[in-house]
T-cell receptor, first 110, second 112 residues
Framework: TQLLEQSPQFLSIQEGENLTVYCNSSSVFSSLQWYRQEPGEGPVLLVTVVTGGEVKKLKRLTFQFGDARKDSSLHITAAQPGDTGLYLCAGGNAGNMLTFGGGTRLMVKP | DAGITQSPRHKVTETGTPVTLRCHQTENHRYMYWYRQDPGHGLRLIHYSYGVKDTDKGEVSDGYSVSRSKTEDFLLTLESATSSQTSVYFC???????????FGPGTRLTVL
């Protein structure tokens, strides 16, 4: 069974601070997805990374896939209240299956 | 937005009653999935489908069945609901790129 562990589970910061969320596994994944979920809604796909060492940027969000494709990180620069939500990482496997991490609940206070 | 709708969005039912949740897509995608989301457990796969009448079990399939008679519809049935099935249920469809999935808005089910 493949497992993905996210840390931290909860994060409460002030507007303008930087933060990093980690997603770690002992298994190799063919791809890594990051989602954001707001209360009462479904997860929304933010990014997919597929190559070891790959870095993708989405405005103030930077996503990195580990060289060995076992881990990933999400870095947010100058967090804003609109970044508040549940962040989920998911590892992709053969057959279009995803393994989800437990999530990081982020609150950004104005 | 991916064209995924779920119905109903909220349901309260009693233990022992049958419940069917519906997922409808307008994208004509082959793969469809049912997940449940619970505090402390994240998203867990219940069942998935890789085509009309082609389905398979996920991690937490006990107590659930599915059917897919048309590409656009994927039904999740709880034959006899139990309180442990109180959860938020999400349907997802595969994207154009491998391993990308797009989620519906969810159904909040409460079993009393």
């Amino acid at each position: 069974t493949q497992l993905l562990e996210q840390s931290p589970q909860f994060l409460s910061i002030q507007e303008g601070e930087n933060l990093t969320v980690y997603c770690n596994s002992s298994s190799v994944f063919s791809s890594l997805q990051w989602y954001r979920q707001e209360p009462g809604e479904g997860p929304v796909l933010l990014v997919t990374v597929v190559t070891g060492g790959e870095v993708k940027k989405l405005k103030r969000l930077t996503f990195q896939f580990g060289d060995a494709r076992k881990d990933s990180s999400l870095h947010i620069t100058a967090a804003q209240p609109g970044d508040t939500g549940l962040y989920l990482c998911a590892g992709g496997n053969a057959g279009n299956m995803l393994t989800f991490g437990g999530g990081t609940r982020l609150m950004v206070k104005p | 937005d991916a064209g995924i709708t779920q119905s109903p969005r909220h349901k309260v039912t009693e233990t022992g009653t049958p419940v069917t949740l519906r997922c409808h897509q307008t994208e004509n995608h082959r793969y469809m999935y049912w997940y449940r989301q619970d505090p402390g457990h994240g998203l867990r796969l219940i069942h998935y489908s890789y085509g009309v009448k082609d389905t398979d079990k996920g991690e937490v399939s006990d107590g659930y069945s599915v059917s897919r008679s048309k590409t656009e519809d994927f039904l999740l049935t709880l034959e006899s609901a139990t309180s442990s099935q109180t959860s938020v249920y999400f349907c997802a469809i595969s994207g154009m790129r491998p391993n990308e999935q797009f989620f519906g808005p969810g159904t909040r089910l409460t079993v009393l």
